[in-house]
Nanobody, 123 residues
Framework: QVHLVESGGGLVQAGGSLRLACAAS????????MAWFRQAPGKEQREFVA?????????TYADSVKGRYTISSTNDKNTVFLQMNNLKPEDAATYYC???????????????WGQGTQVTVSS
């Protein structure tokens, strides 16, 4: 059974940093696209944040986080990280790890999801 488990969320002041981790198990993710999405309170849809290709050589970021966030992974994709710097109050959300063999920017594309980790940013 596939499990994606996020960790590293918490409360941070604006301008601070957090590092999220996603531990993946239950199958090989070496050929999967791994991504982070977020869902802010009151928002219905999950917003794409960042993704890393199956090779690990290509990354994609939402414009809102470009230059502040960095996605990375272990070679086997069993662990995916999201380094978040210079956090802003508008970054506050539940952050979800997702995996799919094709990926993309739409949450509907992704087959596997974690339960999420909460990020709160105080101003």
């Amino acid at each position: 059974q596939v499990h994606l488990v996020e960790s590293g969320g918490g409360l941070v002041q604006a301008g601070g940093s957090l590092r999220l981790a996603c531990a993946a198990s239950g199958r090989s993710f070496a050929n999967y696209v791994m991504a982070w999405f977020r869902q802010a309170p009151g928002k219905e849809q999950r917003e794409f944040v960042a993704a890393i290709s199956w090779s690990g050589k290509s990354t994609t970021y939402a414009d809102s986080v470009k230059g502040r966030y960095t996605i990375s992974s272990t070679n086997d994709k069993n662990t995916v990280f999201l380094q978040m710097n210079n956090l802003k109050p508008e970054d506050a959300a539940t952050y979800y790890c997702a995996a799919d063999d094709t990926g993309g920017l739409e949450s509907d594309n992704y087959d596997y999801w974690g339960q999420g980790t909460q990020v709160t940013v105080s101003s």
